[in-house]
């Protein structure tokens, strides 16, 4: 079992004063900054846009790991690469030539993650599974932090574990929502290689111990 990489998601930092808590991000142990940014369409609410993560992406030193939870998703790979991002989750459930915007992502230099929601199989992956750097499985239904995770995650990470393994992919299993350190334990235990952390890394009084802590499982 190796440790984890931690990607706290910038959804529970201080909206008022992102440059305090992107700080404490680069001073941290942390692995990635996980990035969500909602379009009010594919989920029901909204974050920030290209405008804001221009400047976040200019003061964090992290990697970005950027999820659009958008429709479309395609429409914005120029803007998210031009922030310097290292990996592109698009939704399974936003595209309907998948195949095709992965490329994409690749060919604009980043690497290319595909993300399930809850209700989504892992066995819709099988024709992809080869060509991704990552999944990220959604462990609650997305558009907002602190929800509560979804026990059956456990199962899907198994699963997609078995495939990955059986196709040879080399994809990085990421999981995101609901992650704490009890939570977190368990994911690493079936599989999961990179957990997301909103309220469980910004609502903590010592983000940088709960990275650590969360490192060390
Ligand atoms: C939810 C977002 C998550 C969210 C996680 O739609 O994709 O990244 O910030 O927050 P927590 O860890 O608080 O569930
Ligand atoms: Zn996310």
Redesign the pocket.
């Given at each position: 079992m190796n440790r984890p990489l931690i990607s706290p998601?910038l959804?529970?930092a201080n909206f008022a004063n992102l440059q305090a808590d992107i700080e404490q991000i680069n001073r941290s142990d942390a692995d990635w900054l996980?990035i969500?940014i909602m379009d009010g369409v594919f989920?029901p609410n909204i974050s920030f846009g290209f405008p804001v993560l221009k400047y976040v992406a200019e003061l964090c030193e992290k990697p970005l790991d950027v999820?659009l939870?958008i429709v479309n998703p395609e429409k914005f790979i120029k803007e998210v690469k031009d922030l310097g991002t290292m990996m592109m989750n698009v939704h399974y459930e936003a595209c309907v030539h998948l195949h095709r915007v992965v490329q994409q992502i690749k060919d604009a230099g980043m690497k290319a993650a595909v993300t399930l929601n809850p209700s989504t199989p892992v066995a819709m992956l099988v024709d992809i599974i080869r060509d991704v750097d990552m999944v990220l499985l959604m462990s609650?239904n997305?558009?907002?932090?602190?929800?509560k995770f979804i026990v059956h995650t456990l199962d899907k990470v198994r699963e997609l574990r078995e495939l990955i393994t059986n196709t040879g992919s080399q994809a990085l299993i990421e999981v995101?929502?609901?992650?704490n350190l009890e939570t977190g334990r368990q994911l690493v235990e079936v599989g999961a290689d990179v957990l997301?952390?909103?309220?469980?890394v910004f609502k903590a009084p010592d983000m940088s111990d709960m990275i650590h802590r969360l490192k060390s499982l």
């Open positions: 998601s959804l529970s996980h969500d989920v999820h939870m609650v997305p558009g907002f932090g602190g929800q995101d929502g609901g992650v997301v952390a909103g309220n469980a």
